[in-house]
């Protein structure tokens, strides 16, 4: 019978993604480590950056991932004797092929699609599958090698869906919690997966003590979906397998609220600020930036703002839209095409309004600085963000977090997984473009008093459940599930 484990006596934790939080590159004679970009390895690394603020103190924290590095590298690095930061670095390494499958095919190519409501761009390549498999297999052996009694294994995201069955096989007593970072579908669009990898992927999670998810929603839809497909009810957000219940609960992933706020009046902040403001000459700012990605909505977010300017003459030469767009996935044809419907729709709208003096669109393609990411939040007078689906998106609770001068408003998509914290932004159907155009003119010209009661709301909540918050609540919860588990194999 394995012990309960109070919440400290953790031994060490073990974060589990496919994306590791760094990057290597070689730079003339030396090895630089750069910073992953991305919801999930941001969010983690600012949680195991804050953890004095955090309730669990584990003796060591190892983050194991896919190193898109080479081996070479890697040891080169080791030798130089730099540190990773607070934590350990576990790199795997997948055989090319098994990891073009795995990420660009299965991941990013079937699941990723599906998940986000695109049904048309999913593809069913059965050896995907088993590249799929292939790589959660790998993660498992690894991880096995690795785990001793009272260590945490925390698997994060769909890359990684059948690893917690994998674990649970290979160390029985293991406490295990999954974390997915993106939409859990609805039934009728999760049935359209073949049989044996819907009905996979399902047992794969049901292999954790504890699956967390983004909103209720995504937890109800796995719910029915393991209730439709393997036949299992779900009470009180325990999934009834035999002889260890499973607990299915939302966390609501968030971010680091006073790294945000408080860079407000850096000094770098304040600076790019004061250029950006400059440049403008009075004008206003509408600020979006998104990852590369059909879910996005960046073709529905230009047409409403075409739309916006073909209704407001008025605005014409008023107001300038910096669009920035992080590059992402190249590999996939999906990614490729869109980022040239982006360029090409740019064109037309700047073609069709610009003037010598004024030009509506400023689009940025490049990844941003902290820096300059915080002072565009803080500079621009409306963030629009127009997911046509998202997990959550924190770039929408970034920006409202770094407003300290409470200023700023923001339009959010009606489904992403943040609208539901989020009320006060002003919400939009990302396919309405009638609509966009009118939330950008009630944004534009909303009261300054407005901006900041709606703000102040906002900041409250997102404070309140920063991600340090988050994570605890998640382990705690992991534990809780362990302790009831117990006591149900005693009964
Ligand atoms: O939303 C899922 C997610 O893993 C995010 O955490 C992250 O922003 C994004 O996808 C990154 O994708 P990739 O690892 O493919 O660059």
Known sequence: MPMNLPPNSMKRLFIISNRLPIQLVRQESTVQLLESAGGLATALKSYLQAQDRSSFEPDEVVWVGNADFSRELWEEFQQSKRSTGTFKIEPLWLDDDVNDGFYNGLSNSTIWPLFHYFPSFAEFKEPNWQAYQQANTVFADRLAELYQPDDVLWVQDYHLMLLPAMLRERCPEATIGFFLHIPFPSFEVYRMLPNRWREGLLQGMLGADLIGFHTNDYVQHFEKSVQRLLGIESKLRFVQIPNRPVRVDLFPISIDYERFNSSYRLPGVMAEREAIHQQLQGNKLLFSVDRLDYTKGVLNRLQGYEKFLENHPEWHGKINFVMVVVPSRSEITSY?????????????????????????????????????????????????????????????????????????????????GAAAELGEALL????????????????????????????????????????VQWADDFLTQLFNAKAQQNQWEVR
Do not use: H
């Open 336 to 416: 490729g095409e869109r980022k040239q419907m982006i360029e090409e729709n740019i064109g037309r709208i700047n073609g069709r309004f610009a003037t010598v003096s004024w030009q509506p669109l400023v689009y940025q393609y490049r990844s941003l600085s902290f820096e300059q990411l915080c002072a565009y939040y803080t500079a621009c007078d409306v963030a629009l963000i127009t997911p046509i689906r998202d997990g959550m998106n924190l770039v929408a609770k970034e920006f409202i977090a770094s407003r300290q001068d409470e200023q700023g408003v923001l339009i959010l998509s009606e489904v992403a």
């Open 428 to 467: 939009i159907n990302p396919t309405d473009r009638v609509g966009m155009a009118l939330a950008i003119e009630e944004a534009l010209s909303m009261p300054v008093k407005t901006q900041a009661e709606r703000i102040k709301r906002m900041q409250t909540r997102i404070r309140e459940y920063d991600v």
